[in-house]
């Protein structure tokens, strides 16, 4: 798993009400160097990315399982542990794959978008271990802090325009 989530303590304070604190997660320096591998968050400073670290949901996908479909609601940010994923258009009811997304990259970037629709679809071509930033979250975090938003939303602008490119060369008869 890439973190383990905080555990909840309940408690009673005086008066009958019930409290409950989180514990501090104390995150390792060797997951945010490695955090710091994907180009996604290589700009953030490991305070930034202490911020971001707990957010993550570590997700798995089998062969030929859809992640995410055209249209659907954008929900999770995803970050490629492991696998191959294939970036699809639809056309005439057959998939067509735009780009080819392996450990590091990135998926699902409208889930930065509030109320956002999924632009492609996502398919594993073989199992798939991500790291998934649910979109709410993530945005919240980046309203909290803007300099780790702007770092964010300038990598952001990368993924958009690669897949735009992508996109771009199939049109135009080259290979993705």
């Known amino acids: 798993m890439w973190i ?29 160097e490695m ?29 030929g399982q859809v992640i995410f479909q055209i249209g659907d609601q954008s929900s999770y940010f995803h970050l490629i542990v492991s696998g191959e994923v294939a970036l699809e258009q639809v056309a005439g009811g057959k998939p067509v794959r735009l780009q080819a997304l392996h450990h590091g990259d990135a998926m699902g970037w409208s889930a930065l978008t509030e ?24 945005r919240k975090a980046c309203d909290r802090d803007p300099a780790m938003g702007y770092l964010l939303m ?17 049109l135009a008869g080259q290979e993705p």
């Open 4 to 32: 383990s989530r905080p555990r909840r303590n309940s408690r009673t304070r005086p008066g009958g009400r019930n409290d409950v604190e989180l514990e501090k997660v104390v995150i390792p320096e060797e997951l945010l």
């Open 35 to 63: 955090a710091q591998t994907y180009q996604m968050l290589s700009e953030l400073d490991p305070q930034q990315l202490r911020k971001l670290v707990p957010l993550a949901e570590y997700k798995q996908y089998y062969t």
């Open 115 to 138: 109320d956002a629709q999924t632009h492609f679809q996502a398919r594993a071509l073989s199992a798939v271990s991500t790291v998934a930033f649910p979109g709410a979250r993530l």
């Open 154 to 170: 300038k990598r952001l602008l990368e993924v958009v325009s690669e897949r735009l490119d992508a996109t771009r060369a199939l």
